[in-house]
Each structure stands twice: as C-alpha cells, then as structure tokens.
C-alpha cells in the first residue's frame, strides 16, 4: 500500500482515512481494548519528526506506524505518512491519568508505552522504538533516518 501511495498523485488522507484524535471516554478500538481505555483514561500527544542527514533535513513521504501492545496483542493504533516538513502530530494516545502519575507510591499501573515503527525505501528501517506518553503533554521523538547502500530490491 506505502509503495502505491509512493507512485501515485493520491494524498494520504485517501490512504489512511481514519480520524486522528479520539475524544475522550470514545475509541476507536475492539471491545477487548476498552480495559486498556479503561485503565489508562488520561490523554497525551505525540509528535514524530523524521530527518536525514543528523536532522539537517525533514524528509516527506515517511510511513509511521504507532502501535500498543496489550494483554499479549498488538494493536496499530496509528498509520501516517509525514509532510513535507518531516512530520506527523496530532496523535492522541491513552495515558495514565496525571493524579496517578503524581502519586506513583499508590498506583500499580505502569506508564503507557508505545511502539513507533518508521519505513521508507531508500532507508533504513527502524521498529518497535519505545515512547513514553504522559497525561496532558505532548510527546516529541526526532527520529534520524540511515539511508541504505546499494541498489534496491525494486530497482
């Protein structure tokens, strides 16, 4: 699907189409990950940045995948691309609520970990990049990207 949108004048709201925020007390999600709602009701932002060069320069056209692990599955809970200027906000992501983050003596609930996987094709592929998401805050991950050597697969 990335390498469709790659070769085509389709933007990416064609591709990925689902909203970007989810209001408070809604989800998106299966009925098994309400639990995870549940638990987690507080909501944080994050933001990732993609460059080349040692962040010199954005780099456009980026897939980045945000997923969750819960209760041994894996959710995706975000599919983007990033703009021009390298990046794609707005993600809003369950958190501990920020009463229990104040008060970690008391609480049993860990913070709410996210996994963040970048693609493109002329570089390397990062997976599974850990992020932290706190309640009310937006989180901010500058991602550099390594671009590969040698020739493609597709070319």
């Not at 009925?31 to 994050?46: A, C, F, Q, S, V």
């Not at 959710?75 to 021009?84: A, E, G, R």
């Not at 104040?102 to 913070?111: A, C, H, K, R, T």
């Amino acid at each position: 699907m990335y390498r469709d949108y790659l070769n085509s004048d389709v933007s990416p709201d064609e591709i990925y189409p689902q909203p970007r925020t989810v209001p408070r007390g809604e989800t998106p999600f299966r009925d098994e990950y309400e639990e995870y709602i549940r638990e987690y009701p507080g909501r944080g932002t994050l933001k990732v940045q993609i460059s080349v060069a040692r962040g010199a320069f954005p780099l456009k056209n980026v897939l980045v995948d945000v997923s969750q692990v819960w209760q041994g599955v894996r959710y995706s809970l975000y599919n983007d691309v990033t703009d021009i200027s390298g990046i794609v906000d707005n993600m809003v992501l369950p958190a501990r609520s920020i009463e229990s983050t104040l008060n970690f003596e008391d609480s049993q609930i860990p913070e709410a970990e996210y996994l963040v996987t970048i693609f493109h094709p002329d570089f390397q592929e990062l997976s599974d990049c850990s992020v932290i998401i706190h309640d009310k805050t937006e989180t901010i991950l500058p991602i550099s990207l390594v671009p590969l050597t040698g020739e493609r697969e597709d070319g």
